[in-house]
């Protein structure tokens, strides 16, 4: 989500019937012949068909491991780890430790994930009987209820990532133009509206076949910048601080930076999809392991180069501490990868809205359904420009990148990635598991509660201390501002200085 990740749609039978589907795969599965469809087991559980709004649409085919990889890793090496020196900065070694942790929970309730959508039969042959997220949690929960928090936690997640794009647009872009004397010669309320402006004709997305086409491009210029950054810390590398990396932390903010770290490695949503979009299911294990290993060494590598560089001058997003010529011209390169990637999630949204979040709330389908010459329907053309107008308000509101990201991480990327996983696993598994593994989960969703909870209350308390500042600072400068009458006007100067005669 964060990165260009491509979806792909998951496979059904020309007649639009789910297929049961069922390969061989490094958990012990052989496959299912078309003489076992008889069994009763399988007859019992079918596949149950997802509309899901991350694929391409018309796009079936399959994909490699190296590409399932691709995804993965766009996914969880997006741009949003420019935050990641500001967390280090607040939690020193705990913030590296953290880094790397979370990388092994994720890849481990990545897999555990996956292994939800199989189930066992009595002669020990593994079958494929969910397709996505949705259907695991109808297992657990009841389709309804699932279709409701699942949905709910998707929109919550994509709108929130569309506000941090336009945020961050505005961000690097009035740094990038600085002049000296730190001021700039466009706000950055201004630079936000005009960011909308410009992805205003994304209200007339019907797919994301164009969208698509950026992707990788997109990605590999942000690894080269990402690169550059590197290569200008490891020539600061003589004025390094490593005495300035402690082990204490800032019990208001580091919680925050949690938060930011548990958003960085959210992608389970879409595992499940991508794991049934695979050659050979069987290299899934493998692929998640070593995309998560290559990102947790990353982004530990980048959060702690580029802090001993700046140390506690350290900003939120930390292209902002680079000279101002190179500033310049990656802020403007990070602008523009912004905006392409601001399509992915907002199709993602508001195709989660108008397919399944309004039905389900006695909204017709045929509101949100697309005319026969494939145009859009005025509900369809005011929810979706409602939709952008909504994320420039919010980041016009909430221009603090770091915090809203930690928000974000702590509300949804902590239950999507911590918490739901683990659940489903001890529901579905329950009488497979052994006793580890119980502890494991619940240890587990005890972490993702106590990182939601501690998260959304310090990102909260921090955004109301923020605004109390800035209120703060604006009743100084208007009083500074304001001609203040002399306070000897108010005597006879007469009567202060009467010379002797």
């Known amino acids: 989500m964060k990165g260009q990740a491509i979806f792909i749609q998951n496979e059904y039978s020309d007649d639009n019937q789910p297929l049961y589907q069922a390969d061989c795969d490094d958990y012990g599965g052989l496959g299912v012949s078309s003489s076992d469809m008889s069994s009763p087991e399988i007859l019992r559980s079918p596949i149950q068909k997802s509309d899901s709004i991350f694929s391409l649409a018309g796009d079936r085919a399959k994909i490699s491991a190296w590409d399932a990889g691709w995804n993965v890793t766009n996914a969880i090496q997006g741009m949003f780890v420019l935050c990641l020196p500001f967390a280090i900065k607040h ?8 880094i790397i942790g979370t990388a092994v929970i994720c890849n481990y309730t990545g897999l555990i994930l996956v292994d939800c959508l199989y189930e066992t039969e009595p002669n020990g042959r593994r079958v494929r009987i969910r397709s996505s997220y949705s259907d695991i949690a109808a297992a657990v929960w009841g389709e309804r209820i699932a279709n409701i928090i699942i949905n709910t936690c998707m929109v919550t997640e994509c709108t929130m990532i569309c506000v941090l794009y336009i945020v961050v647009v505005g961000d690097l872009t009035t740094r990038a133009f ?41 990605s590999v210029a942000q690894f080269l910048v990402l690169g550059m950054i590197m290569i200008y810390c490891f020539s600061k590398v003589s004025t390094w601080q490593w005495n300035e990396i402690r082990f204490n932390y800032s019990a208001q903010e580091f919680p925050v930076s949690v938060g930011v770290i548990v958003f960085s490695y959210t992608s389970q949503l879409f595992l499940p999809s991508l794991e049934g979009d695979m050659e050979k299911r069987g290299d899934f294990k493998k692929m998640l392991n070593f995309t998560h290993l290559a990102a947790a060494a990353a982004k530990a590598i980048f959060a702690l180069v580029c802090f001993l560089t700046w140390v506690e001058n350290t900003e939120e997003e930390v292209t902002n501490n680079l000279p101002r010529a190179l500033r310049s011209i990656v802020n403007l390169s990070l602008v523009i990868k912004a905006l392409l990637s601001y399509p992915l999630p907002f199709f993602a949204a ?6 399944s979040l309004f039905p389900l709330f006695g909204f017709g389908k045929t509101w949100f359904t697309f005319k026969a010459d494939r145009s859009l329907t005025l509900q369809m053309l005011i929810v979706r420009l409602g939709f952008i107008l909504g994320t420039l308000l919010l980041a016009v509101c909430v221009p603090h990148f770091d915090l809203l990201m930690g928000l974000t991480g702590s509300l949804t990327g902590s ?24 502890f494991f989960d619940v240890t587990i969703i005890m972490l993702g509660v106590f990182f939601s909870v ?4 310090n990102s909260i308390s921090l955004l109301v201390q923020q605004y109390l500042d800035d209120d703060l600072d604006s009743d100084l400068s208007s009083t500074l501002a304001t001609p203040q009458k002399s306070e000897l006007s108010i005597f006879n100067l007469t009567d202060i200085y009467q010379p002797d005669y």
């Open 454 to 457: 501690t998260g959304f209350y």
């Open 415 to 438: 239950a999507l990635s911590f918490i739901f996983p683990c659940i489903f696993h001890i529901s579905i598994k329950r009488l497979k598991l052994r006793y580890h593994e119980v």
């Open 350 to 355: 508001l195709e989660t809205l108008e397919i």
């Open 91 to 98: 939690g020193g070694y705990m913030g590296l430790i953290l």
């Open 178 to 218: 600085e002049s000296l004397d730190g001021s700039t010669p466009i706000p950055h309320m201004a630079v936000c509206i005009i960011a909308t402006l410009i992805l205003l004709p994304c209200i007339f997305l019907r797919d994301l076949k164009e969208v698509s086409r950026f992707s990788m491009g997109c």
